[in-house]
């Protein structure tokens, strides 16, 4: 979805946009997709965009996911700037997430052989799917293609470039930090009144997410309605009582058009997750967020104001209290920090300078 949001912003900014890639529904009717795709992700073979790309012929290659279908050998002979938003933590971590277990974890973290990943099964519970991608991060961060490649690396949040400084990578004076977009919510202006709306949370129902102690901390007297789906589904709708709604899975455009309608958004994310998409539409809708500690929301938006911060689950009821008490201020710290940050403007405006940072790079290396 980003990426698409992207590739539309640029074409309406002026520049050329060809965008060149391949799915996993184009791939998968394979019946030898899975040996594939494993060999693939451990010896960086697989489907080369080469041919395409040089058919477009681009001042500026951009990577946003080459997992787990596309070659990372073509980057080693490709002569022209590249720039790469990294989007997860998959070049230290086989899950991608830097979770276990419902919590976080960083065992791999700095270590040129993962056999962490490989003890624990980190990527879908099995020493087989895990394997392949242990391999790819033998070596350590340095090592990886991606990386090491990119005339320009594009980080989603503060914390995620400092999780990969902590890991060693050596080329952060290649990095910037240019968070994802979202396009401004139509119905923001419309908003119900924070005293009779409900808060809100949408995202997937698992143990790194968080939302069973959250549930467990949230005061029953405000109303909160939860949407998703999961392994901790059962628990969740358990757990939810009196003022407390589970809704099931909400398709986004649903969401989009409801989010406006809501107090608060709460963020109890338990992992180092990078700016979550719902952070920004919540933001883009002008409305606050309580989040906990330790991801890039709840860094965002200890800087900025749009919301409240947590340590501990216990405090819940006074900060989301404390919300509602002061919602003018919080809706309005909401709105200003996605106009300022989050925008298609502040993207347009940053990725531009990314690009002329990335050619005289790229022809720095070149020169005699």
Same mark, same amino acid.
């Given at each position: 979805?980003?990426?698409?949001?992207?590739?539309?912003?640029?074409?309406?900014?002026?520049?050329?946009?060809?965008?060149?890639?391949?799915?996993?529904?184009?791939?998968?009717?394979?019946?030898?997709?899975?040996?594939?795709?494993?060999?693939?992700?451990?010896?960086?073979?697989?489907?080369?965009?080469?041919?395409?790309?040089?058919?477009?012929?681009? $001042?500026?290659?951009?990577?946003?996911?080459? +997992?787990?279908?596309? %070659?990372?050998?073509?980057?080693?002979?490709?002569?022209?700037?590249?720039?790469?938003?990294?989007?997860?933590?998959?070049?230290?971590?086989?899950?991608?997430?830097?979770?276990?277990?419902?919590?976080?974890?960083?065992?791999?973290?700095?270590?040129?052989?993962?056999?962490?990943?490989?003890?624990?099964?980190?990527?879908?519970?099995?020493?087989?799917?895990?394997?392949?991608?242990?391999?790819?991060?033998?070596?350590?961060?340095?090592?990886?293609?991606?990386?090491?490649?990119?005339?320009?690396?594009?980080?989603?949040?503060?914390?995620?470039?400092?999780?990969?400084?902590?890991?060693?990578? @050596?080329?952060?004076?290649? @990095?910037?930090?240019?968070?994802? +977009?979202?396009?401004?919510?139509?119905?923001?202006?419309?908003?119900?009144?924070?005293?009779?709306?409900?808060?809100?949370?949408?995202?997937?129902?698992?143990?790194?997410?968080?939302?069973?102690?959250?549930?467990?901390?949230?005061?029953?007297?405000?109303?909160?309605?939860?949407?998703?789906?999961?392994?901790?589904?059962?628990?969740?709708?358990?757990?939810?009582?009196?003022?407390?709604?589970?809704?099931?899975?909400?398709?986004?455009?649903?969401?989009?058009?409801?989010?406006?309608?809501?107090?608060?958004?709460? +963020?109890? %994310?338990?992992?180092?997750?990078?700016?979550?998409?719902?952070?920004?539409?919540?933001?883009?809708?002008?409305?606050?967020?309580?989040?906990? @500690?330790?991801?890039?929301?709840?860094?965002?938006?200890?800087?900025?104001?749009?919301?409240?911060? +947590?340590?501990?689950?216990?405090?819940?009821?006074?900060?989301?209290?404390?919300?509602?008490?002061?919602?003018?201020?919080?809706? $309005?710290?909401?709105?200003?920090?996605?106009?300022?940050?989050?925008?298609?403007?502040?993207?347009? $405006?940053?990725?531009?300078?990314?690009?002329?940072?990335?050619?005289?790079?790229?022809?720095?290396?070149?020169?005699?």
């Amino acid at each position: 979805m980003a990426v698409g949001l992207q590739a539309e912003a640029l074409r309406a900014a002026g520049y050329d946009v060809t965008q060149v890639g391949v799915s996993t529904d184009q791939l998968s009717a394979h019946p030898l997709y899975p040996v594939r795709t494993a060999v693939g992700v451990a010896t960086g073979r697989g489907w080369d965009p080469t041919e395409r790309l040089r058919a477009a012929r681009p $001042d500026i290659v951009h990577i946003h996911n080459l +997992f787990p279908n596309i %070659s990372t050998r073509w980057l080693g002979h490709w002569e022209g700037p590249i720039v790469a938003t990294i989007h997860n933590y998959r070049p230290l971590c086989a899950a991608g997430t830097l979770a276990r277990d419902g919590a976080q974890c960083v065992e791999c973290v700095g270590r040129r052989i993962p056999m962490p990943a490989l003890r624990h099964r980190c990527y879908r519970s099995s020493l087989l799917a895990t394997a392949p991608l242990a391999v790819a991060n033998v070596g350590g961060v340095n090592a990886h293609p991606v990386l090491r490649r990119a005339d320009r690396i594009i980080f989603l949040a503060p914390r995620a470039r400092g999780i990969y400084a902590d890991a060693g990578y @050596s080329h952060l004076d290649r @990095s910037v930090v240019l968070p994802n +977009f979202v396009e401004p919510n139509e119905g923001a202006s419309g908003a119900a009144d924070p005293g009779d709306a409900p808060w809100l949370y949408f995202g997937r129902l698992a143990p790194e997410k968080g939302v069973v102690p959250m549930l467990r901390a949230w005061p029953q007297e405000v109303p909160l309605l939860v949407y998703g789906a999961g392994p901790d589904e059962e628990q969740v709708a358990r757990l939810c009582r009196g003022a407390v709604e589970y809704r099931g899975p909400l398709p986004r455009e649903a969401l989009l058009a409801r989010i406006p309608w809501h107090a608060g958004f709460v +963020f109890p %994310s338990l992992f180092a997750e990078g700016l979550p998409t719902v952070y920004l539409e919540s933001l883009a809708a002008g409305v606050p967020v309580v989040a906990h @500690s330790g991801n890039s929301a709840a860094d965002d938006i200890a800087e900025h104001g749009s919301g409240r911060v +947590f340590d501990r689950f216990e405090e819940l009821p006074r900060l989301v209290s404390a919300v509602g008490d002061d919602h003018d201020r919080y809706r $309005d710290a909401a709105s200003r920090r996605y106009w300022e940050g989050f925008s298609q403007q502040a993207w347009v $405006d940053g990725i531009g300078e990314v690009y002329r940072a990335a050619q005289v790079e790229r022809a720095s290396r070149r020169s005699p």
